[in-house]
């Protein structure tokens, strides 16, 4: 292999990331996996805010040229060859949702690698950044915020480059929301103007969303909506989706006619699970709480049916929530039928819903409640 085939890319930022399980082969191979499903393999020699960089050997990845590798990002997973074990694994249990378990192997490797336990120590450039963000992500889910926003704003000063850096100011105001701090938040935002130039209008914006869930948060939905309301057309698709949620969020407290004007406006142009899965529990509620049971019916299912945003989304506790409440939907109309069959039915549609949100979230907040309501409706069938 020549020096001529050797080249570098440089692929767009990814504001999310995790590792993946090292696939066999040489173990000295870094692997970053593009978000339209291309592997770019060689040495990983940049990890920052503004680009992911790679030396690729050999090529580029099958179906890619080297031009269309920059332009396919983000980078939705990377993995580094001399990741320690412990660390892989804090990872592993992070993507489940094991945050207990995920700090102490975060610390694990950190400690393996101070004391050079290991036989290869992990390139600077992305192994202490990685340390402090998902750290900082373990302390923030486990309900110590001030701890979290220890280790992000260590990341911040630290490893002022790293990709994780947008990532660390917008959860660093989310502690402070999950704290009820809003004079904190709003001291932190002020520190947006001491960030690295060229990310600053980012943060801004994220700040602004931040600002707005605060002020939702406080019960103030008249002040939050014009702050998500100048976001729902941001060229950021994440920022877009946050803040027309936040929008829903808003107009259900504040108008329910404007919120379901709003909701159907959004099922019928947005194409994001997340959206539509949001808008159609908003209508669901909205009708629930009308004791429209059939309509509010018919929106629950398309919720669970239809909108399904995946287990590892942050919003699978909306489908979850969607669940229970289709089950709530067939026991109102139970109660209500005076036919005997639709009655009978509408049970038997009950405790299979319940049974099956028992099921499929069985660590959920639900679980319990499911099961009981489940095996309650069984005996009287």
Known sequence: MTKASCFTVAIALALSASAVAQPKGDPKIDRITLKKGGVAE?????????????????????????SEIARSGPVVKI??????????????????GNWQEALGKITNAEDSVNLKEIKVIPRAFWFGAWVNYYRGVCLKELARPEHAIQSFKKLIDKQKDSRFVPDAYELILECYRDKGDSEGADAFLQEIEKAPKEIQPQLKKRAQKQKAEILLQQDKPKEALPLFEGLTNDADTDIKADAIMGVIKCKS???????????????????????????????GDSAFGRKQYAEAKNF??????????????????????????????????????????????????????????????????????????????DKAD
Request: aromatic content about 10%; glycine content about 6%.
């Open 79 to 96: 993995d580094f060859w001399d990741m320690p074990g412990p660390f892989r694994g804090a990872l592993n249990d992070i993507e489940a």
């Open 253 to 283: 407290k504040i108008d329910p006619e404007q919120l379901a004007s709003y909701c159907k406006t959004v099922l019928t142009t947005a194409q994001d699970a997340s959206l539509l899965l949001v808008a159609s529990n908003a209508l």
């Open 300 to 377: 629950y299912i398309d919720s669970v049916v239809r909108y399904h945003p995946g287990r590892s989304s942050p919003l699978a506790k909306e489908h979850e929530r969607a669940l229970f409440h289709l089950a709530r939907c067939y026991e109102e109309l139970a109660a209500g039928a005076k036919d005997t069959n639709a009655k009978k039915t509408y049970e038997i549609m009950a405790g299979r819903t319940y049974r099956e949100l028992s099921l499929e979230y069985a660590s959920g907040r639900y679980r319990d409640e499911s099961a009981a309501k489940a095996a309650k409706l």
């Open 42 to 66: 060689g040495t990983i020699t940049k990890d920052s805010y503004s680009r992911v960089e790679i030396q690729i050997s050999g090529g580029a990845p099958t179906g890619y040229t080297p």
